[in-house]
């Protein structure tokens, strides 16, 4: 099982746009996690394995697009109009077992996790 690497992290301003990409990701249902300082990791985003549904927190719904590309064995995130408030360590991470809107929120429900990659969003 090839570990997830996740990658595009990086300092923007408020309005802008970021890709995120997270490489291992094939064979598993996948989301995409974020962490700011002081608080528990929470949801933002999840897909299928099929890719034919995704899931997203309320807060990112409408700005945050989770995309996969199987071929590439790649995970996405594709942010827009991030915030000062979307500034985070995100994580990619994986399920062995199947996601559906009852079991995708938690934490325990994935089995591996990227190392994180940093955004830092400015006013």
């Known amino acids: 099982q090839e570990p997830l690497v996740e990658s595009g992290g990086r300092s923007v301003q408020a309005g802008d746009s970021l890709k995120l990409s997270c490489t291992g990701s094939?064979?598993?249902?996948m989301a995409w996690f974020r962490q700011a300082p002081g608080t528990e990791r929470e949801f933002g985003a999840a897909?299928?394995?099929?890719?034919?549904?995704?899931y997203y927190q309320e807060s990112v719904k409408g700005r945050f697009t989770i995309s996969r590309d199987r071929r590439k064995d790649t995970l996405y995130l594709q942010m827009n109009n991030l915030k000062p408030e979307d500034a985070a360590v995100y994580y990619c991470?994986?399920?062995?077992?199947?996601?559906?809107?009852?079991?995708?929120?938690?934490?325990?429900?994935?089995?591996?996790w990227g190392q994180g990659t940093q955004v830092s969003v400015s006013a």
């Open positions: 094939g064979r598993f249902a």
């Open positions: 897909i299928t394995l099929t890719a034919w549904t995704t």
């Open positions: 991470a994986a399920s062995a077992w199947a996601i559906n809107s009852m079991n995708v929120r938690p934490v325990e429900q994935y089995d591996s």
